[in-house]
C-alpha cells in the first residue's frame, strides 16, 4: 500500500456518532442512475444554459416558417417566467445578475412572436436594456461573441446598418479561412460570413438582391455551412450555432425545401424539451455520450452485475456512438492522420468529436471490461472500439505533449490559468482583420489543457490492459509519457491546474491527480504532492468542496466555494486514486456525500456548473451530481472495504470504517 502523503485521521475525537451507512447511499444513488435509463439503452440529459438558445432557437424557426403554434405559445409561456424583477434575463443558471445580451435575445423573440401577450415583458426589458446602455452595449457584446444584436435586428429593434461590416466580406472570409487555419478554429470565419450574409440579407431586403458581391459572399457562406453540418441537421450539435447557420443559410438564399435546411429544422424541432405545465425550452445542448459513459462506469464500479440488461445495452449504444465518419477535415489537418474512432459529446455529432468525450467513453469501456461475467459476446466489439479510440487520440495528440479538445495542431497556452478576461473580437475595417490575423484570442483557438489531458491519461491507464495490439499499447505508452511531460509543464507553484471545461482549478487538478497517478508517476513527485496539498488544503468545515465561477476571473478565489457535491466527489476520487482513501480529508469528504444524499438517493446541486467559454459562459449540467458522487463513494469503499461488507458506524474523523 502507498504510504500516506497526508496527516494521519485523528482518531477518537469529534465522532459524530452514526450516519446513513456508505452501502445503503451508493445501492440508492445506483437505484437513481439505473432508473433514468433511456429506452434505447443510453442516458443523456438536456444541458442548461439559460433562456437565450430558446429565443434564438424560435426565432430562427419562425425565418424558415417552420415554427408550429403549440411549440411557440408554450416556449413564451416558459420565457416570460425566466424574466427577473428588475425586467432582464439571467445568461445562466446561478448568474450574479441579469445579462443584457440574453435579454435582448429574448427581447427581439417576445418582439415578433408575442408583441401582445409579452408586452409587459417587452417593456420592462427594454427598460432595463435603456439602464445597460441600450443597443450600444449589446453591440458591444458581439465582440465576446454574444450574437444578441443579430436577434434584435431581426426582430427590427436594431438597425441591421449598424452591425459589423466586414472590409470586402467575400474576401475578407476567405484570407480568414487562409490564414487562420493554422491558428484558430474554423467557427472564426464561418462566424464572419453569417454575420456578413444576415447584414446583407436585413439590409437589401427579403429577398436580398442578387448583386455579384453578395452573390460571391453567400456561396461561400453556404459552402462553410455544408463543410460543418452533421448528417442528421446539427451545427455543432449546438441549439444556438444551429439556429444562426438557419438564419444564415436564409439569407444565402436557401429555403426550408432545401435538405441541408430542413435538416437543420428536423435537428432543432427534436432538441425542444417540454416541461410540466404546457412549457417547453430548447437546451443549449444535449449529452448523451458524455452521460452514458459516466452513468457506465459509475455502474460498473458501484457493483451492478456484469451482465445486468442495463450495463450490456448501454455499452452496445455507446460502442454504436463511436463515429465511423471521418470528424471535420478542419479539425485534423495532418495527411493521412486517423480520423475515425473518437466520440463525441452526442452520439450523432461526427463532424465535431474530441478528446474529453473520447477519454470518458473509453474509460467506461474499459470499466465494463475489466469486470468479470461480462458477456462474452460484447467483449471482441468492446476491445476492438478501445484499439480505434487509442489510435485516434494518438492522432489527435498535441506536439506539447497535451490534448485540446476538438482540433489538433493549434497554438499551445502558456502554463497557468488563460481566458481570465472576456473575449474581444472586433472586425470591421481591415486594420481590424490584421490586428485579428496578428494577436488572435486564445478563446479562438484550441489548446492543449490540463483537464483534458488528465481525464485522456486515465482512459489510457484503464484500457491498457484490455488493449490486443502490441502496436496500439506502444502507442498508448508513448501517449501517455508526452502527456506527463505537458502536465508537469502546466504545474503552477500551489500546485493548482487550471480547468477549461468545468469550475475549475479543484476539478482540473482532481482529474490530473487521477491521470498521473493511473500512469504511474510516484507520489511523491513534488508537483503531484503540491497537487494534493492544493486539493486538501481547500476542504470547507463540512467536509465537502466547491468553487464558484468566479475563480476564472480572480484566480486569486481558487478552490474557494459552498460545498458541492459533483466537486466533491471528484476530489474524493483523486484521493482514492492517489493512495490517501484513509486519510482524514477523504473521510470527510466521503462522510459530507452521504449526509448531503437526499431520501431518494439524490445529492443537491450547490450550483457547480460546466464551462462553454470562461469566464462568462456557462451552463448547468444536472448529472454530475448523482454520477460523480456515485464514482466517488463506490471507489472510496472498494478501496477502504475490500472485503465488501455493510456497516453502520461511519466516523467522521477517519476512524475505523469497516
Avoid at 463543410?227 to 450555432?241: F, L
Avoid at 459529446?345 to 475489466?370: G, H, R
Wanted: charge should be positive; hydrophobic fraction near 45%; include cysteine.
Amino acid at each position: 500500500m502507498t504510504q500516506s502523503l497526508l496527516a494521519p485521521p485523528a482518531l477518537g475525537t469529534n465522532r459524530p456518532g452514526l450516519a446513513p451507512s456508505v452501502d445503503r447511499a451508493i445501492e440508492l444513488a445506483r437505484a437513481q442512475v439505473v432508473a433514468r435509463v433511456q429506452s434505447d439503452g443510453s442516458w443523456d440529459a438536456p444541458c442548461d444554459a439559460g433562456p437565450a438558445p430558446t429565443a434564438q432557437a424560435l426565432l430562427a424557426l419562425h425565418v424558415a416558417d417552420a415554427l408550429e403554434p403549440s411549440v411557440r405559445d408554450a416556449c413564451v409561456r416558459w420565457l416570460l417566467e425566466r424574466q427577473s424583477p428588475g425586467g432582464g434575463f439571467v445568461a445562466y443558471p446561478g448568474a450574479p445578475g441579469e445579462d443584457p445580451g440574453t435579454t435582448a435575445s429574448v427581447l427581439g423573440a417576445l418582439a415578433v412572436l408575442a408583441p401582445e401577450r409579452g408586452s409587459e415583458a417587452i417593456s420592462a426589458a427594454e427598460r432595463f436594456l435603456t439602464r445597460q446602455g441600450g443597443t450600444d452595449a449589446v453591440l458591444a457584446a458581439l465582440a465576446r461573441g454574444d450574437l444578441a444584436a443579430i436577434y434584435l435586428a431581426l426582430a427590427g429593434l436594431l438597425d441591421p446598418a449598424r452591425l459589423p461590416r466586414l472590409p470586402a466580406p467575400d474576401l475578407a472570409v476567405r484570407l480568414a479561412e487562409r490564414w487562420l487555419a493554422g491558428v484558430a478554429h474554423v467557427g472564426v470565419p464561418l462566424m464572419m460570413a453569417q454575420v456578413a450574409v444576415i447584414r446583407a440579407w436585413l439590409l437589401a431586403g427579403r429577398p436580398a438582391r442578387p448583386t455579384p458581391a453578395y452573390a460571391r459572399l453567400a456561396t461561400r457562406t453556404l459552402a462553410l455551412l455544408d463543410e460543418s453540418q452533421n448528417s442528421t441537421g446539427g451545427y455543432v450539435n449546438i441549439v444556438p450555432y444551429t439556429a444562426l447557420a438557419l438564419i444564415a443559410m436564409h439569407a444565402a438564399g436557401r429555403t426550408r425545401a432545401d435538405e441541408p435546411a430542413a435538416r437543420a429544422v428536423s435537428w432543432l424541432c427534436r432538441e425542444r424539451e417540454s416541461v410540466p405545465g404546457k412549457r417547453a425550452y430548447f437546451p443549449v445542448f444535449h449529452s448523451g455520450v458524455w452521460t452514458t459513459s459516466l452513468a457506465l462506469r459509475a455502474l460498473a464500479t458501484s457493483g451492478e452485475p456484469s451482465d445486468s440488461t442495463v450495463l450490456c445495452r448501454g455499452l452496445e449504444w455507446l460502442m454504436a456512438a463511436q463515429a465511423t465518419e471521418p470528424q471535420a477535415a478542419w479539425n485534423q489537418r495532418d495527411f493521412g492522420a486517423v480520423r475515425t474512432g473518437g466520440f463525441g459529446f452526442q452520439a450523432d455529432n461526427w463532424k465535431m468529436t474530441d478528446c474529453d468525450d473520447t477519454a470518458v467513453a473509453v474509460s467506461a469501456i474499459a470499466a465494463c471490461l475489466a469486470r468479470r461475467g461480462l458477456p462474452s459476446s460484447l467483449r471482441p466489439q468492446a476491445e476492438a472500439a478501445l484499439e480505434r479510440s487509442v489510435a485516434w487520440l494518438g492522432a489527435m495528440q498535441n506536439r506539447d505533449g497535451g490534448y485540446p479538445a476538438f482540433v489538433h495542431g493549434l497554438p499551445g497556452k502558456p502554463a497557468g490559468e488563460i481566458l481570465t478576461k472576456p473575449m474581444s473580437l472586433r472586425v470591421s475595417s481591415a486594420a481590424d482583420l490584421l490586428r485579428l490575423f496578428r494577436d488572435l484570442p486564445l478563446a479562438m483557438g484550441d489548446p492543449s489543457t490540463e483537464d483534458v489531458t488528465g481525464r485522456v491519461l486515465s482512459a489510457l491507464a484503464g484500457a491498457m490492459g484490455h488493449l490486443r495490439s502490441q502496436s496500439t499499447r506502444d502507442i498508448a505508452r508513448g501517449q501517455m509519457n508526452r502527456a506527463l511531460g505537458f502536465l508537469r509543464s502546466q504545474a503552477a507553484l500551489n500546485g493548482a491546474f487550471w480547468g477549461r471545461w468545468s469550475t475549475n482549478f479543484l476539478w482540473a487538478t482532481a482529474h490530473v491527480i487521477m491521470g498521473a497517478c493511473a500512469a504511474g508517476v510516484s507520489l511523491h513527485q513534488p508537483w503531484l504532492r503540491r497537487a494534493i496539498g492544493f486539493l486538501v488544503g481547500h476542504a470547507n468545515e463540512d467536509g465537502g468542496f466547491g468553487e464558484t465561477t468566479r475563480s476564472y476571473e480572480r484566480p486569486s478565489l481558487a478552490g474557494a466555494g459552498p460545498s458541492m457535491a459533483a466537486v466533491t466527489a471528484v476530489v474524493l476520487e483523486a484521493l482514492v486514486v492517489a493512495g490517501e482513501h484513509a486519510s482524514a480529508p477523504a473521510a470527510r469528504a466521503a462522510t459530507y456525500l452521504v449526509r448531503a444524499q437526499g431520501g431518494d438517493g439524490s445529492f443537491p446541486d450547490g450550483g457547480h456548473l460546466q464551462v462553454i467559454v470562461p469566464p462568462d459562459t456557462f451552463y448547468r449540467y444536472p448529472p454530475a451530481s448523482i454520477l460523480q458522487p456515485l464514482l466517488a463513494l463506490a471507489a472510496w469503499r472498494a478501496k477502504n472495504c475490500r472485503a465488501r461488507r455493510t456497516w453502520s458506524s461511519f466516523p467522521a474523523d477517519g476512524g475505523k470504517l469497516c
